[in-house]
């Protein structure tokens, strides 16, 4: 018996983006195979994710330091926000619950920091090894609840190879 058509469009849709992820990963080990440095690794991560296309409109990593986070690599449009506080912000929640976030309508969020007018939504993916955070790969999307669970499932395994190569 063969699956539905949307069943099959999901299938297809979560192994594409289990191959993206997965050469995204390769990337990061090959240049840390080539002592590629942390800001390095960072950065390639920040632009291998934007180079993906909508909804990814610009990818931002915070490291945690003390009790705030510091922008170190960033792709896509600037940002005045290069440092958080813990507890500031959707960055910030992110460290101070201990849990990703994924806000489908930043506008509808009460301490959103906003980096430009045009963002619609935010992941926030933790990078974290065990129980520490050492801290995270913030994504900003123009369009509206542009973020689901494959994109999430996406960033995940980034951000888990970043934990391991740090």
């Known amino acids: 018996m063969r699956a539905p058509g949307n069943a099959r469009r999901t299938a297809f849709t979560l192994m594409a983006t289990a191959t993206a992820a997965n050469q995204i990963v390769r990337a990061l080990r090959a240049a840390h195979l080539h002592d590629a440095g942390r800001r390095e690794l960072l950065q390639l991560a920040c632009e291998r994710l934007r180079a993906l296309g909508a909804p990814y409109t610009s990818v931002y990593a915070y490291m945690l330091h003390d009790a705030e986070l510091l922008l170190e690599a960033h792709a896509g449009r600037d940002t005045e926000h290069t440092r958080i506080p813990v507890g500031a912000g959707v960055c910030g929640t992110a460290v101070a619950t201990g849990t990703d976030q994924n806000v489908p309508d930043v506008g509808a969020v009460g301490n959103y920091l906003a ?10 993916v ?39 190569l740090l």
């Open 126 to 164: 933790l990078i974290r090894r065990g129980d520490t955070i050492l801290g995270q790969l913030d994504i900003d999307s123009d369009v509206p609840a542009g973020f689901g669970d494959s994109e999430h499932a996406e960033v995940k395994a980034v951000a888990d190879a970043l934990a391991v």
């Open 115 to 124: 980096c430009n007018l045009e963002t619609k939504a935010e992941l926030v």
